[in-house]
């Protein structure tokens, strides 16, 4: 199995501009998590699907964040427009509810200038 | 709402020492608790993981205790390396929901 995987690994873009995370969660887990890490903050949840389906969204910011998971095997995370606040690393993890833990992507390191 | 505190944020010490990592959290409602490693600009690596109705968990050098009622967790490092060099994360996973809730790390330092 190859994990959870993140693209891109690394983004800079400017100020005003679309942002798109994107993960690949471990095949039969159903539970998908977004974090964003930051020095002054930590690892804050963001949100999270069970079944593809948001569960609890009150961890996203605000209206400029947004999260899909379309099917079973992709999930994004969108910040348009981005700003130089939203500058973190954001994770995404991934679980199947029989108590084996999170498993945690490599992440993408967001900064805005 | 959980809250997870790690003391202490920063811990330095020479090789070979053995250590403990403290963990506390104010809702011993918990379905599990989880201990994390995070080297420099990596993402997070499971170390271990207790589920509530147990107490401990090894793996190798590493011994994690879980003791619910009192919402505290342990993590022991026997024989510290330099390469263990790193920041230690505790997170806590709820019964209402699947959240993961995180402590703030320590960062540990193991000098050679």
């Known amino acids: 199995d190859a994990g959870v995987i993140q693209s891109p690994r690394h983004e800079v873009t400017e100020m005003g501009q679309e942002v798109t995370l994107r993960c690949k969660p471990i095949?039969?887990?159903?539970?998908l998590f977004w974090y964003r890490q930051t020095m002054m903050r930590g690892l804050e949840l963001l949100i999270y699907?069970?079944?593809?389906?948001?569960?609890?969204d009150s961890g996203m910011p605000e209206d400029r964040f947004s999260a899909k998971m379309p099917n079973a095997s992709f999930s994004t995370l969108k910040i348009q427009p981005s700003e130089p606040r939203d500058s973190a690393v954001y994770f995404c993890?991934?679980?199947?509810?029989?108590?084996?833990?999170?498993?945690f992507g490599s992440g993408t390191r967001l900064t805005v200038v | 709402k959980q809250e997870v505190t790690q003391i202490p944020a920063a811990l330095s010490v020479p090789e070979g020492e053995n250590l403990v990592l403290n963990c506390s959290f104010t809702?011993?409602?918990?379905?599990?608790l989880q201990w994390f490693r995070q080297d420099p600009g990596k993402g997070l690596t499971s170390l271990l993981l207790?589920?509530?109705?147990?107490r401990e968990q090894t793996s190798g050098r590493l011994n994690a205790s879980l003791d619910k009622s009192s919402g505290r967790s342990t993590l022991y490092i026997a024989a510290s390396q330099p390469g263990d060099s790193a920041t230690y994360l505790c997170?806590?996973?709820?019964?209402?929901?699947?959240?993961?809730?995180f402590g703030g790390g320590t960062r540990l330092m193991v000098k050679p």
């Open positions: 993890a991934t679980d199947r509810r029989n108590n084996y833990g999170y498993t």
């Open positions: 095949s039969g887990h159903d539970y």
């Open positions: 699907f069970n079944n593809n389906v948001p569960i609890d």
């Open positions: 809702d011993s409602a918990i379905y599990n």
């Open positions: 207790i589920q509530s109705s147990q």
């Open positions: 997170a806590v996973q709820d019964n209402a929901g699947n959240m993961l809730t």
